[in-house]
Nanobody
C-alpha cells in the first residue's frame, strides 16, 4: 500500500512558477512510476507528466512541454512537478499518482494509487 500527499499548490499570476511535491509512504517508492494529472471543473482528469522508476524516463503532455519538469528523489520518497510560465488554462486540481510497474503511462486507470490533490489557480 502506498499513500500519496501532494503539497505546493496555490494562487499565482500568469507567467509565474510553482513547485508541487508528492510525498509517498512505503519502502518501495523507488520502484514505482510516478505521474501527475490535473482536473479542471467540468472536465475530465488529464495527464500532465510521468517519470519511470528505473531509468528516470519522462513523458509530458504537449500542453506543458517546455514549461513543466517532473523529477523524483527516491531517498526522500518524493516526486516533484516544477511548473514555470504558468497560464490561466493550467488552473486545476493537480493529483499525484503511482503505479508499481514501468512505463510512463498517460492513462489514469493504469495508476493504482492517488493523492487527494492540490489546487493550482493561475490568475490572468
Amino acid at each position: 500500500q502506498v499513500q500519496l500527499v501532494e503539497s505546493g499548490g496555490g494562487l499565482v499570476q500568469e507567467g509565474g512558477s510553482l513547485r508541487l511535491s508528492c510525498a509517498a509512504s512505503g519502502r518501495t517508492f523507488s520502484t514505482y512510476t510516478m505521474g501527475w494529472f490535473r482536473q479542471a471543473p467540468g472536465k475530465e482528469r488529464e495527464f500532465v507528466a510521468a517519470i519511470s522508476w528505473m531509468l528516470g524516463s519522462t513523458n509530458y503532455a504537449d500542453s506543458v512541454k517546455g514549461r513543466f519538469t517532473i523529477s523524483r528523489d527516491n531517498a526522500k520518497n518524493t516526486a516533484y512537478l516544477q511548473m514555470n510560465s504558468l497560464r490561466s488554462e493550467d488552473t486545476a486540481a493537480y493529483y499525484c499518482a503511482a503505479r508499481p510497474r514501468g512505463g510512463v503511462s498517460t492513462t489514469p486507470s493504469e495508476y493504482d494509487y492517488w493523492g487527494r490533490g492540490t489546487q493550482v489557480t493561475v490568475s490572468s
